[in-house]
């Protein structure tokens, strides 16, 4: 899980300037995190979220996970390395490099609407800037 504490840090320090749809969506949620590594091999990370924070990262993820993102290594680095880590992310989605799921209705009427350019923004500012 190497420097997955590092951006758990990075994420709980700034939650609190987050736009308030992404706290009310991940408030109390079970997420898991898949990355398809270019050997073909995943990587699983789980996190259990309180009050919008990462609670707890659990490897191997959960078999109840409200949320799934799952992803290649190749769209982390395309989108880690770009001038526009938002657009690309929306074009890696659209490629279906990247996708994010919900257990539920409810959920997945989240999903729809949380992914506004202010949730990115957030994101981008957490994890590339």
Known sequence: MEGTQENINSYNSKIDNAPDI???LVGNEKINIDVIRNDGS???VGFVMENAR???AVEGGFSD??????TTENAVNTIRSSDNPIDTFQKQEDLGQVRIEGDNLLT????????SSSV?????NVFYG
């Open 54 to 56: 990462i609670n707890q």
């Open 65 to 70: 996970a409200s949320i799934i993102l799952t």
């Open 42 to 44: 995943v990587f699983r």
């Open 108 to 115: 997945k009427a989240k999903l729809s609407v949380v992914f």
């Open 120 to 124: 990115l923004q957030f994101f981008s």
């Open 22 to 24: 992404l706290k009310r």
